[in-house]
């Protein structure tokens, strides 16, 4: 095939199945909660409530998209677009099997963790330009969380760089090819879903937006498709985070009989079931909490578990 | 490369430029934001693509975080912005700009007269940087290492103490 041709297809699967699986994790989210909450959920638009999803999103597009006249209007309109383009630029780096990747950069780890860091703007600043004493105080919170989780978050990979010896991650997979990283790395591993799940701001870590305390947090003053933005961004974090687990700990596309990208597609629904099962299962901390135990409790883990690994690495090597 | 290289130095330039003569607190931050982000894409065409990295997540993902939220917190209005634009009176332009002049002079001079060989000389993976960072450069490290670790312990002292009035 011609490789201008096979990128151009790559580039559109990788923009467009994100996108969709994103809108179809609402139903599967809602579907999923009411099970283990002994309900039926959405059921009734199309086979097995299916057909929710398009449903809610024609509702969303004719939505009037209000812009309070208070609000700083050029950083409003750019915050919900914020983490819509970081979050779709991390899936560049992702690799879904053998050669299908859009770039597959030396750096491909570090590039991850970069644009997950720049996704906060989006939160800090949909909360600061909506110019109201909810949102501002979701924003407030949103920047000292993600910033707090984000330092544990790069610290809890090294351990699986150390042991992979490169940045880029299709070498990280292809070193998974006897062992799991989970297995050698089972520490980094839970320090990395933890970190995970505060940088997608779901349940138990949604402090930016407790609607028992704040109606709605950073995005209170947001309606129509903008809000439909941080939706829609908030479900590609956790296909991201889910995705980006998969490659670094349990073998990316690797795995028997099945065809690669069937088992990565696999193993990433594993754990998107899993995001959702703690948000059914957890409650919210309290914010002080929230930061002590991520300060307290899992940057010395992390730090430890860095340390471990280079010593063993050290001694290990010939 | 080329024209990736000089796109990303003009956007650098001009997002400084609008940083500097903004009013606003948080608009000035963006730019300086996006002023970040563009110098990241010149070293990663200059062939630097773990500094490039680098400069993101700890110049924009997590300092500028820390400016952003500071500035939140202040809550500055209009009152802020009257009083920004009486202090950036017109008169108050003239030093910096003479001295930024003679800046750009000497660039001009550095860029015509001497062989500068500038784009794809090699490029700098992570492990040599590492190899470098942790070879010849050690005793910086350490020492720039201690230096963050007292600045740490200074600002853990002073958090307390207010702890402790309360």
Same mark, same amino acid.
Request: charged share 10%; with cysteine.
């Given at each position: ?318 | ?55 993101? &997540?700890?110049?924009?993902? !997590?300092? /500028?975080? $820390?400016?952003?939220?500071? =500035?939140?917190?202040?809550? *500055? +209005? #209009? ?59 050690? &005793?910086?490290?350490?020492? !720039?290492? /201690?230096? $963050?670790?007292?600045?740490? =312990?200074?600002?853990?002292? *002073? +958090? #307390? ?6």
């Amino acid at each position: 095939m011609n490789p201008i041709v096979k990128s151009l297809i790559i580039l559109f699967l990788v923009i467009f199945i994100p996108l969709n699986v994103a809108a179809g994790l609402i139903w599967l989210e809602r579907r999923l909660l009411a099970l283990w909450q002994d309900r039926y959920g959405p059921n009734r638009v199309g086979p097995f409530g299916l057909l929710q999803v398009l449903a809610d999103m024609i509702k969303i597009f004719f939505k009037e998209d209000w812009i309070p006249p208070f609000a700083d209007k050029p950083v409003f309109v750019i915050a919900p677009a914020v983490i819509m383009v970081t979050v779709l630029m991390s899936y560049t780096v992702v690799p879904w099997a053998p050669g299908a990747t859009v770039a597959d950069m030396n750096i491909g780890l570090l590039f991850f963790l970069a644009m997950s860091s720049l996704g906060v703007y989006s939160i800090v600043l949909a909360g600061w330009a909506s110019a109201s004493k909810y949102s501002l105080l979701g924003g407030l919170r949103a920047s000292a969380q993600m910033l707090s989780y984000e330092v544990f978050m790069g610290l809890s990979l090294m351990g699986t760089v150390l042991l992979a010896g490169s940045f880029r991650l299709s070498d990280i997979v292809a070193a998974q090819r006897h062992m799991w990283f989970v297995i050698p790395q089972f520490l980094g591993f839970i320090l990395f879903l933890i970190a995970g799940l505060a940088e997608t701001r779901r349940l138990p870590f949604d402090l930016p937006e407790a609607e028992s305390e704040l109606v709605a947090g950073f995005h209170s003053e947001y309606s129509g498709m903008k809000f439909g933005m941080f939706f829609v961004g908030e479900y590609l974090g956790v296909i991201l985070i889910s995705a980006m687990i998969t490659v670094l700990f349990f073998g990316g596309w690797q795995g028997p009989w099945l065809p690669p990208i069937v088992w990565f597609v696999v193993k990433t629904l594993f754990f998107i079931c899993l995001f959702i099962l703690l948000r059914a299962a957890l409650p919210r901390p309290r914010f002080d909490q929230l930061m002590s135990w991520g300060w307290k409790i899992m940057l010395p883990l992390a730090l430890l578990n860095l340390l471990v690994t280079g010593a063993v690495v050290l001694a290990a090597r010939p | 490369m080329n024209i990736l290289f000089y796109v990303a130095s003009a956007v650098a330039i001009i997002a400084t430029f609008l940083m500097l003569t903004r009013m606003n607190a948080v608009h000035a931050l963006l730019y300086l934001i996006v002023s970040l982000l563009a110098v990241a894409l010149v070293f990663y065409t200059l062939g630097a693509p773990f500094v490039a990295a680098l400069e993101i &997540i700890i110049y924009a993902g !997590a300092i /500028m975080v $820390l400016f952003v939220f500071v =500035v939140m917190m202040l809550n *500055l +209005g #209009r009152a802020a912005e009257a009083q920004e634009r009486e202090w950036q009176r017109p008169s108050l332009w003239v030093g910096p700009s003479v001295l930024a002049v003679v800046l750009i002079a000497e660039v001009i001079y550095v860029l015509t007269h001497a062989d500068t060989r500038m784009f794809g000389a090699e490029v700098v993976g992570p492990h040599q940087v590492a190899q470098s960072l942790f070879g010849p450069y050690l &005793i910086g490290v350490e020492l !720039a290492s /201690m230096l $963050l670790l007292g600045g740490l =312990v200074g600002a853990f002292h *002073l +958090g #307390r103490r207010l702890e402790e009035k309360r």
